[in-house]
């Protein structure tokens, strides 16, 4: 059965930076295509960026317009986890961010909630103004 968990999560300021990691276990990682999604107050769960599977060792980042150019995502099969690397925070990202996994390629379905077979329990993000 394979378990995420998230960590990194945290309070800062307009304009700053965190990174989230998420740890993999249960399964081969390097095979898996890996999400990021976040939900606020209120709102649908929506997607952040993925990093899909394509076979052997090639892997494609996607990522919503409104974090393109400010998120990072990028993973380490060796230790099994995913990362979300995050800069010019805005208040706008705030938002419980989950980490979901998905045991094939994702393809065009990338940015579906229901694509993805497995999830993480969530770590808060709060950017203040």
């Known amino acids: 059965q394979v378990q995420l968990v998230e960590s990194g999560g945290g309070l800062v300021q307009a304009g700053g930076s965190l990174r989230l990691s998420c740890a993999f276990s249960?399964?081969?990682?390097?095979?898996?295509?890996m999400g990021w999604f976040r939900q606020a107050p209120g709102k649908e769960r929506e997607f952040v960026s993925a990093i899909s599977w394509s076979g052997g060792s090639t892997y494609y980042a996607y990522y919503a317009d409104s974090v393109k150019g400010r998120f990072t995502i990028s993973r380490d099969n060796a230790k099994n986890t995913v990362y979300l690397h995050m800069n010019s925070l805005k208040p706008e990202d705030t938002a419980v961010y989950y980490c979901?996994?998905?045991?094939?390629?994702?393809?065009?379905?990338?940015?579906?909630?229901?694509?993805?077979?497995?999830w993480g329990q969530g770590t808060q993000v709060t950017v203040s103004s």
């Open positions: 249960g399964r081969t990682f390097s095979s898996y295509s």
């Open positions: 979901a996994a998905a045991s094939f390629p994702v393809g065009n379905y990338y940015n579906t909630p229901r694509t993805y077979n497995y």
